[in-house]
């Protein structure tokens, strides 16, 4: 069972941008990315948003597939910057790696 954490928007906007809210999960950033078929950034950033820590950390080393090309911050509606928010993540996770 994934235990939600609705505070951890809070705690990620400590490890860079504060966009998860601007997200409203459109798919638009899935539609664009070159790893189509992952449903990779909306799935991370659904998760950023629901606080499922564990999730994050679970799926960790997928962070690391990302290209950071930029297309799903250009294509994005809400300006929510996508590729901001996986750096964010990875940020959480590496030191969440580093503190176990």
């Known amino acids: ?4 954490e609705p505070r951890f928007q809070e705690e990620l906007k400590g490890y860079g941008r504060d966009a998860v809210t601007k997200c409203f999960n ?5 539609a664009i990315c070159p790893l189509l078929g992952e449903h990779f950034p909306r799935q991370m950033i659904r998760y950023a948003q629901i606080g499922a820590k564990e ?4 799926s960790g080393a997928d962070l690391w ?4 090309c930029g297309l799903c911050t250009q294509s994005c509606p809400r300006g929510a910057k996508p590729g901001e928010l996986i750096l964010s993540l990875k940020r959480y996770v590496v030191a969440s790696w580093r503190r176990a």
């Open 1 to 4: 069972m994934t235990i939600v």
């Open 26 to 30: 459109c798919g638009t950033c899935s």
């Open 55 to 58: 999730r994050i950390l679970a």
């Open 65 to 68: 597939r990302c290209l950071h």
